[in-house]
């Protein structure tokens, strides 16, 4: 495993944990009626530029196949 390639599974970890901490917070404020549904869209805009994020890494760690 190249250096590069290290560096990108890290990041790639880290937008994973990104991802997962921002989805419990969006879940627990949904619930709360006294939240500003516009700081829930913010938050739920930037997870999809996070998914966003790990797929275009995901997409670089894995070679396409042509067959």
């Known amino acids: 495993m190249?250096?590069?390639?290290?560096e990108l599974r890290n990041r790639l970890q880290q937008?994973?944990?990104e991802?997962?901490?921002l989805d419990v917070v969006?879940?627990?404020l949904v619930n709360d009626?006294?939240?500003d549904q516009l700081m829930i869209t913010r938050l739920k805009k930037?997870?999809?530029h996070l998914k966003d994020m790990i797929k275009k890494?995901?997409?670089e760690l894995i070679p396409d196949n042509i067959a």
Do not use: A
Not at 2 to 6: I, P, V, Y
């Open 46 to 48: 930037k997870k999809l």
């Open 57 to 59: 890494l995901e997409n």
């Open 2 to 6: 190249s250096n590069n390639e290290s």
């Open 33 to 35: 009626p006294s939240v």
């Open 15 to 17: 937008l994973h944990i």
């Open 26 to 28: 969006i879940q627990r």
């Open 19 to 21: 991802h997962h901490d």
